[in-house]
């Protein structure tokens, strides 16, 4: 038994960061790899931060139904493939989806057990200052993404856990404790109680 974790955050926020620290601090904890029509940016290796592919083989996928979910942003398709669960689950351990809102929402009604958090930068002037210091993104992206975000944030309620990214160091350490927490919650009801329970077994209650 696993448990699924989706992160949603507007562009900006430090969900990259923080789910890079919840993976390298957190044993049995793994990643996935969504694919996406948008070109690489910088540095970014295929397989590693996304699968690029081409438009029309993303819709060959759609079609195919390949994907969880999957969502049009900025142009650009992204979605998560269904077999990146099975593996996580043959594998033992709990799995971490980057999800936009769109994504988010047609997940939860696909696996509605799922962990969801939110992650904000803690203003509005935070988030632009962020987006400008990456120098990935021209003026007109930059206004689009904070237009965007200011919608995102209104679907927080949404999610099982709100997490401000104030600072980076305490904002990792509640990510992890966040699953840490979910764990101890999940293996109340596993294989590791019932032989406790068992040893009980025949106790005489008290009084008798």
Do not use: W
């Not at 139904?65 to 593996?87: M, S």
């Not at 904002?171 to 999940?186: F, G, H």
């Amino acid at each position: 038994m696993n448990t699924v974790f989706i992160i949603s955050a507007p562009s900006g926020s430090g969900k990259s960061t923080l789910v890079s620290r919840l993976l390298n601090e957190v044993p049995g904890v793994t990643f996935s790899v969504s694919y996406t029509t948008r070109k690489p940016r910088g540095l970014e290796e295929d397989g590693s931060a996304y699968h690029f592919i081409g438009r029309e083989e993303f819709e060959q996928r759609i079609a195919a139904d390949e994907f969880l979910e999957y969502a049009e942003v900025f142009g650009n398709y992204y979605g998560t493939h269904c077999g990146v669960l099975e593996r996580a689950r043959s594998e033992g351990k709990d799995l971490v989806l980057d999800i936009d809102v769109q994504g988010a929402a047609q997940l939860r009604k696909r696996i509605p057990d799922a962990v969801t958090i939110f992650i904000l930068a803690p203003s509005r002037e935070s988030l632009e200052q962020r987006l400008r210091a990456r120098g990935q993104d021209k003026e007109e992206v930059i206004r689009r993404r904070l237009a965007d975000a200011a919608k995102e944030i209104s679907n927080y309620d949404l999610y099982d856990y709100v997490l401000v990214n104030d600072h980076l160091d305490e904002a990792a350490e509640t990510l992890k404790s966040i699953v840490r927490a979910q764990r101890a919650k999940r293996e109340r009801v596993e294989d590791r109680i019932r032989p406790i329970l068992a040893s009980f077994a025949g106790t005489p209650a008290a009084g008798v």
